[in-house]
């Protein structure tokens, strides 16, 4: 087994996101000692009955005292306030990363408040299910997805390259980027998915003529696939929302232009726009499985839902 | 094992539906003889390396001759001309069925064609994957699905009984509806996931702020869910879109007014219609769990992507 990378990291808040880094820190033996900070009793009461850490508290400050490693894993909306808390206690020398999906808004909000000789690098691993909570995570989340890293001007390359080797050690590929690229990158493969699903789901419940029985009695034919992205956590989300707005709303606008032009076809019977648009689009799926990001089995291997005896 | 249900089997077009139907009727004994008819001289050859049937024609009149019962499984589309092709051949007392994603289209399109004496009904199984082609079916596909019959006013109830029968060893649940009210509800639980499904990509990859690359690589973040009913069968797809036109009309007006709504939110940041949305829509996957249509599993259940040998 390879030495311990950190002899302490603290994960402030101990979500999916925080709770799986706990259980691979664990298993890759990154740390000596790992120390949790979440606001909610009931959630640390939680990461303590699962056995995530050895430090748990509620108070952010006491958190991170003499971490090497602090990674913050907390709805964006709440950066701001958590570095704020965090600041007077960070350790010469530390390391504070986040793992927040926007990035200009939390470098924004953290960055005015880390200290000089902290070592500010903000980071977002690519990787999630719809489930949340400290009961959701595992081990091997991180597994085979990008950790895209957009460092500040200043950033200091031995200190990226640790944190670096950390998310290679949690199964990561490294990547670096400028903040603002990586809000338009992240607006299109994830938040404007995640809010088009959010709404079909809506329309789908809102119907009159068509009833909420029948849409979930016959979900199967496609409809359920939205449902895991809508079934995300509704917090993160809007926080997503408010925090990367002028990216989502200008994919939002072209996918709205090309959503009128896709529906004019359809009003006018124009097959063969239909047919070419349908052909693309099959090619985007085929690169994606040879790239390594999605499995080639039909409907994604799910397997059969479970059934009722056959007679 | 029980007597087959049917004398002779044929069916008419051998894609995902079809090559599946073939897998299970021999499977659970359904029929004596299996015929299959499809027009391109390849789909037939490759039916018959696989074994599907005991008779094969590129001949639509042929491969009914006789049959039972006719399963008729081509994109809408091209319904009137194979009813137009086969109606001459049809023995007296037949079941001829369809497998169609809508349903007023192929009623008012073959309909007109049967003869007296043959029992047309309507039907439509809600199963599929994004793969097409003989090789894609699996005698699996039907299991715990529904199928929809729209009978006509002058149904044969003993007939209906029979298909009913046949679908219920394929593996399906049956429930019957009027045409109309099909394509309503297949309009929003299909259609309109599917166009959506179309447009995202086709937005995806037209986008010049993010590369091609960048969407593939980064795709795991949310997008990738779309691409897998994005590779579904193009032609298949076209026809729906021209043949439930008005009901996709309605539902992607709905769709786009409910978008615009929630433009507005982020535009304005108003949080508090973000966080209603999406906590409401997070109910609407657990019922579909709940009903037996879908995995709980986090990520459908995806086994993790293969990955490159750990250093």
Known sequence: MTEPLFDKIALIGIGLIGSSLARVIRRENLAHEIAIATRSQDTLDRARELELGDIYTTDMAEGVRDADLVIVSVPVGSSGDVAEQIAPAL???????????TKGSVIAQMAPFIPHGVHFIPGHPLAGTEKSGPDAGFAD????????????PDTDPQALEKLSEFWRRCGSNIDTMDPEHHDKVLAIVSHLPHIIAYNIVGTADDLQTVTKSEVIKYSASGFRDF??????????????CLHNRDAILEMLARFSEDLAFLQRAIRWGD????????????????????AGQEIDAPDFGRKSVETTPKK
Do not use: H, Y
Not at 91 to 99: E, F, M, N, P
Not at 141 to 152: A, D, E, K, Y
Not at 227 to 240: E, G, H, I, N, Y
Not at 271 to 290: M, N, P, Q, Y
């Open 91 to 101: 350790k010469a020398g530390a390391i504070v990363t986040d793992v927040g999906s």
């Open 141 to 152: 989340l991180f597994q085979n997805r990008w950790c895209i890293f957009t460092p500040l």
């Open 227 to 240: 449902t895991r992205l809508a079934a995300s956590d509704p917090t993160m989300w809007r926080d997503v």
């Open 271 to 290: 097959g063969d726009k239909l047919f070419d648009l349908f052909t693309r689009t099959r090619a985007v799926r085929r690169s994606i499985i040879e």
